[in-house]
């Protein structure tokens, strides 16, 4: 590496229906390393920017929910492997960010990867392990299949900025939703990276919305936006996270509420941020000749 | 129209049915005394007083929370989990024991046809007491994460339209998955619930694992807010079914949700006519449309629109409106006066926007609440009777031509409880339900129930399952859910 070279700095923006623009309302806030020194200016996303995130979430939702549940494990699949050649920029991303050690961060990293797999293993077992036949006292047949909830709003844990992402979006993928995310506010790069991942992955345009910015912010318009049909508060606490429950209560949004504390994201997740988006569809056909 | 065949009333004998002047509170295994205003429980078919009965204070149902808590602590929850299921098995056996009993006085209290009430209501009860009886020692089978145990305390909250089924879907499996139940029946229709309690009784259940609060909007309030409560399950209207919601935002307690619909009933040019219209009278006059999920938007495909709605109002034309525990009534009486009231209401807007009403020939008893079964055509997808939830025997015919078009116009709803596919081809069918986005799907049928299927909202007709494994979830907590 040639010392005297000057390095070519990245702008971070927002990755909005496959795009990456900067916030409509052209602010930006100063992203900062754990000891306060200057890492970049990060869009700061406003209310609009939600709204056009919604729009695109819910243009998006009909093609990732009805591709088929082996393509869209592929597609996840394929966000791992793009991931994994982007391990070195997202761990030094995670260690600026989050003040981890390199070889902390690096673990981080791995196992963001890697839950990333895990999820993506899911699309085709969730019929399976989900839904069921249905021995009715009749003659009808009758099965019941999980399917998406829709657009998932998804508060992203403000402390782990890339493992605890990732933890709470692949769920909302696997399950076929697509996702309206505002990442850490404090740790919000890998997010964006996350998102150039995603537009390099054959993730369609609009599944997945990365939004950095400010949860207290944004989250109340997005709590009550009718064409939000789930909303994940794994990053909020105390009274927004009520504030915001109470206004998804306004269109019965599922709500996934956050644990008391940011929970050890290593931890194995279970099916638990999985079946929150996922509704139950219960089919009866008659059986006569 | 005068009927081809006249029938002689053929009526059940309401004698089996010992209704006693009051009633209190089931709290703690006994009956006692309510400190609220009780209320009058009225026969909706004939407007005559059945019962006074008691309403629930904050006291109350602080008092039934009690007993319901200590009875989780010391008994229930504790309890060898075959045990548990061994009184739900109990229970259902009483309910079959009984089950005239119960029929008769459902349809005195509620005005549904006694042939319903037999034939649907009551069964299913018992049924699904049978079914959830059968889990209690299961649970760890259930798929439902390691080790699930009981949330602890479960209020519930029950509407008036199924209100011992309602009973049924609620406190089966709260019990059989170890919780114990403070239950508050609607306001018309309490008296199904204080003879469960009576059945309790007979069961030898432990005092407290059920408890049954009567009383009005303010007491079911009580419940949903009480500290101790730790799961609240509600069924009724999406308006209440929100502020519940709002009220339960911050406390950490579990919720569920079955709330109202609009389920659109697609009929496609290939079906089979007069099936398809047997389905359609059963979607939407089924319990005089006092049906969450009623079929209460025929969607019926251009090419066969005249045939359909010419075949349904001859149909309809045959219907029998009148004296519930007549064996021959197809359609009872509205349950309240209030209910009646927005009924007629949203009809006249129907009227107002254009759309045209059409219902049969005949009178209509002079007591009571009443409303003849009705068809709305002419109806766009704008018209408030096609939007908004009636909740009565009101049917709003629209027409499609494609299948996309079919389906933009199901799902063009806040609402996604149920919907109904009539076709021949089963590619189709398949591909319909595929989209739609409705919690149950019946396909060349309509208003089918089962405690083996799970049944809830897509949207804003809620969250959460009753019935079926998927149920269980509801009442169940595990180190990894």
Redesign the interface.
């Given at each position: 590496m040639n010392a005297d070279r000057l390095t070519v700095r990245k702008t971070y923006k927002l990755y909005l229906g496959g795009a990456f623009p900067r916030s409509e309302s052209g602010r930006t806030y100063e992203v900062t390393d754990a000891k306060g020194h200057f890492l970049a200016n990060a869009a700061w996303a406003s209310r609009k920017d939600a709204r056009d995130a919604v729009v695109a979430a819910r243009a998006a939702f009909g093609k990732w929910s009805g591709a088929t549940a082996y393509n869209r494990g592929q597609v996840l699949y394929r966000v791992a492997e793009v991931m994994e050649g982007r391990a070195a920029q997202f761990a030094e991303e995670v260690a600026a960010g989050e003040g981890l050690s390199a070889t902390r961060a690096r673990a981080a990293v791995d196992a963001a990867i890697d839950r990333w797999v895990w999820y993506a293993g899911w699309t085709d077992k969730l019929a399976a392990?989900?839904g069921?036949s249905?021995?009715?006292?009749?003659p009808?047949f009758?099965f019941?299949m999980p399917e998406p909830?829709?657009v998932v709003a998804v508060l992203a844990p403000q402390r782990s900025s890339l493992l605890g992402l990732v933890s709470v979006l692949g769920p909302v993928l696997a399950g076929g939703n697509t996702a309206v995310v505002i990442s850490s506010k404090q740790c919000p790069l890998p997010a964006v990276t996350l998102g150039e991942v995603l537009a390099t992955s054959d993730v369609p345009g609009g599944v997945v919305n990365l939004l950095t910015g400010d949860a207290a912010e944004i989250g109340p318009w997005l709590a009550e936006h009718?064409d939000v049909?789930g909303i994940d508060l794994a990053g909020t606490s105390g009274p927004l996270?009520?504030e915001l429950?109470?206004s998804?209560?306004?269109?019965?949004k599922?709500v996934l509420?956050a644990a008391a504390e940011e929970p050890d994201w290593t931890a194995?997740?279970?099916?638990?941020r999985m079946?929150p988006f996922l509704?139950?569809?219960?089919?009866?056909?008659?059986m006569g000749v | 129209m005068t009927s081809l065949f006249e029938y002689a009333p053929a009526l059940e004998s309401r004698s089996i049915v010992d209704l006693r002047p009051s009633y209190g509170l089931f709290i703690d295994g006994e009956f006692t005394e309510g400190t609220g205003t009780p209320l009058k429980t009225l026969n909706p078919a004939t407007e005559e007083v059945l019962a006074e009965v008691a309403t629930g204070s904050d006291a109350d149902v602080d008092r039934a929370v009690h007993a319901a808590r200590r009875a989780f602590t010391r008994v229930w929850g504790p309890m060898r989990p075959a045990d548990r299921g061994k009184y739900l098995f109990r229970i259902a056996r009483l309910l079959q024991e009984r089950a005239r009993e119960f029929a008769v006085l459902e349809s005195l209290d509620n005005g549904k046809p006694i042939r319903e009430s037999r034939d649907v209501d009551v069964p299913l009860a018992a049924?699904h007491f049978f079914y959830h009886a059968g889990w209690a020692d299961k649970l760890e089978h259930a798929?439902l994460?390691p080790a699930p145990r009981p949330l602890g305390v479960a209020g519930q909250v029950i509407p008036w339209n199924f209100p011992l089924m309602m009973l049924a879907w609620k406190i089966a499996p709260a019990l059989a998955t170890g919780n114990t139940v403070v239950l508050k029946p609607a306001e018309t229709t309490p008296l199904t619930a204080l003879l469960f309690a009576e059945v309790c009784q007979q069961a030898d259940l432990p005092p407290g694992v059920v408890n049954i609060v009567t009383g009005a909007g303010e007491t079911g309030r009580a419940v949903v807010a009480h500290p101790d409560v730790d799961k609240v399950a509600f069924t009724g209207s999406?308006e209440v079914?929100?502020?519940?919601?709002?009220a339960v935002?911050?406390t950490?307690k579990r919720l569920t949700?079955e709330?109202g619909g609009k389920a659109a009933n697609i009929v496609f040019d290939d079906a089979p006519v007069d099936q398809a219209v047997e389905g359609i009278v059963r979607g939407i006059f089924f319990n005089q449309g006092h049906v969450c999920c009623a079929g209460s938007r025929l969607l019926v495909q251009e090419s066969v629109h005249d045939e359909v709605v010419a075949s349904l109002q001859r149909r309809i034309g045959t219907l029998r409106v009148g004296d519930p525990l007549d064996k021959n009534t197809d359609l009872g009486a509205i349950n309240s006066a209030e209910q009646l009231a927005r009924i007629r209401a949203l009809s006249d807007v129907g009227e107002a926007e254009g759309a045209q009403r059409w219902q049969p020939e005949g009178d209509l008893p002079t007591r009571g609440y009443w409303f003849k079964p009705t068809v709305f055509t002419d109806v766009s997808p704008a018209h408030r009777i096609a939007r908004d939830e009636v909740f009565g025997p009101v049917l709003s015919v629209l027409t499609f031509r494609t299948p996309d078009e079919a389906v933009a116009k199901a799902n063009n709803t806040?609402y996604g409880l149920s919907a109904g596919v009539w076709s021949e081809k089963g590619s189709r069918?398949l591909a319909i339900?595929n989209k739609?986005r409705?919690?149950?799907?019946?396909?060349?049928?309509f208003n089918?129930f089962?405690p083996?299927?799970?049944?809830?909202g897509?949207?804003?007709?809620?969250?959460g399952?009753e019935g079926?494994?998927?149920g269980l979830?509801a009442y169940l907590r595990s180190?990894?859910?």
């Amino acid at each position: 590496m040639n010392a005297d070279r000057l390095t070519v700095r990245k702008t971070y923006k927002l990755y909005l229906g496959g795009a990456f623009p900067r916030s409509e309302s052209g602010r930006t806030y100063e992203v900062t390393d754990a000891k306060g020194h200057f890492l970049a200016n990060a869009a700061w996303a406003s209310r609009k920017d939600a709204r056009d995130a919604v729009v695109a979430a819910r243009a998006a939702f009909g093609k990732w929910s009805g591709a088929t549940a082996y393509n869209r494990g592929q597609v996840l699949y394929r966000v791992a492997e793009v991931m994994e050649g982007r391990a070195a920029q997202f761990a030094e991303e995670v260690a600026a960010g989050e003040g981890l050690s390199a070889t902390r961060a690096r673990a981080a990293v791995d196992a963001a990867i890697d839950r990333w797999v895990w999820y993506a293993g899911w699309t085709d077992k969730l019929a399976a392990v989900l839904g069921s036949s249905n021995p009715v006292a009749g003659p009808y047949f009758g099965f019941s299949m999980p399917e998406p909830t829709g657009v998932v709003a998804v508060l992203a844990p403000q402390r782990s900025s890339l493992l605890g992402l990732v933890s709470v979006l692949g769920p909302v993928l696997a399950g076929g939703n697509t996702a309206v995310v505002i990442s850490s506010k404090q740790c919000p790069l890998p997010a964006v990276t996350l998102g150039e991942v995603l537009a390099t992955s054959d993730v369609p345009g609009g599944v997945v919305n990365l939004l950095t910015g400010d949860a207290a912010e944004i989250g109340p318009w997005l709590a009550e936006h009718a064409d939000v049909d789930g909303i994940d508060l794994a990053g909020t606490s105390g009274p927004l996270a009520m504030e915001l429950e109470r206004s998804a209560a306004g269109t019965v949004k599922r709500v996934l509420r956050a644990a008391a504390e940011e929970p050890d994201w290593t931890a194995d997740p279970g099916l638990a941020r999985m079946t929150p988006f996922l509704e139950t569809k219960s089919v009866w056909h008659p059986m006569g000749v | 129209m005068t009927s081809l065949f006249e029938y002689a009333p053929a009526l059940e004998s309401r004698s089996i049915v010992d209704l006693r002047p009051s009633y209190g509170l089931f709290i703690d295994g006994e009956f006692t005394e309510g400190t609220g205003t009780p209320l009058k429980t009225l026969n909706p078919a004939t407007e005559e007083v059945l019962a006074e009965v008691a309403t629930g204070s904050d006291a109350d149902v602080d008092r039934a929370v009690h007993a319901a808590r200590r009875a989780f602590t010391r008994v229930w929850g504790p309890m060898r989990p075959a045990d548990r299921g061994k009184y739900l098995f109990r229970i259902a056996r009483l309910l079959q024991e009984r089950a005239r009993e119960f029929a008769v006085l459902e349809s005195l209290d509620n005005g549904k046809p006694i042939r319903e009430s037999r034939d649907v209501d009551v069964p299913l009860a018992a049924a699904h007491f049978f079914y959830h009886a059968g889990w209690a020692d299961k649970l760890e089978h259930a798929g439902l994460g390691p080790a699930p145990r009981p949330l602890g305390v479960a209020g519930q909250v029950i509407p008036w339209n199924f209100p011992l089924m309602m009973l049924a879907w609620k406190i089966a499996p709260a019990l059989a998955t170890g919780n114990t139940v403070v239950l508050k029946p609607a306001e018309t229709t309490p008296l199904t619930a204080l003879l469960f309690a009576e059945v309790c009784q007979q069961a030898d259940l432990p005092p407290g694992v059920v408890n049954i609060v009567t009383g009005a909007g303010e007491t079911g309030r009580a419940v949903v807010a009480h500290p101790d409560v730790d799961k609240v399950a509600f069924t009724g209207s999406t308006e209440v079914g929100q502020s519940i919601a709002r009220a339960v935002a911050g406390t950490g307690k579990r919720l569920t949700l079955e709330l109202g619909g609009k389920a659109a009933n697609i009929v496609f040019d290939d079906a089979p006519v007069d099936q398809a219209v047997e389905g359609i009278v059963r979607g939407i006059f089924f319990n005089q449309g006092h049906v969450c999920c009623a079929g209460s938007r025929l969607l019926v495909q251009e090419s066969v629109h005249d045939e359909v709605v010419a075949s349904l109002q001859r149909r309809i034309g045959t219907l029998r409106v009148g004296d519930p525990l007549d064996k021959n009534t197809d359609l009872g009486a509205i349950n309240s006066a209030e209910q009646l009231a927005r009924i007629r209401a949203l009809s006249d807007v129907g009227e107002a926007e254009g759309a045209q009403r059409w219902q049969p020939e005949g009178d209509l008893p002079t007591r009571g609440y009443w409303f003849k079964p009705t068809v709305f055509t002419d109806v766009s997808p704008a018209h408030r009777i096609a939007r908004d939830e009636v909740f009565g025997p009101v049917l709003s015919v629209l027409t499609f031509r494609t299948p996309d078009e079919a389906v933009a116009k199901a799902n063009n709803t806040s609402y996604g409880l149920s919907a109904g596919v009539w076709s021949e081809k089963g590619s189709r069918i398949l591909a319909i339900t595929n989209k739609l986005r409705a919690g149950v799907v019946w396909a060349n049928t309509f208003n089918e129930f089962d405690p083996t299927s799970p049944f809830g909202g897509y949207k804003q007709s809620g969250y959460g399952r009753e019935g079926g494994r998927q149920g269980l979830a509801a009442y169940l907590r595990s180190a990894t859910s």
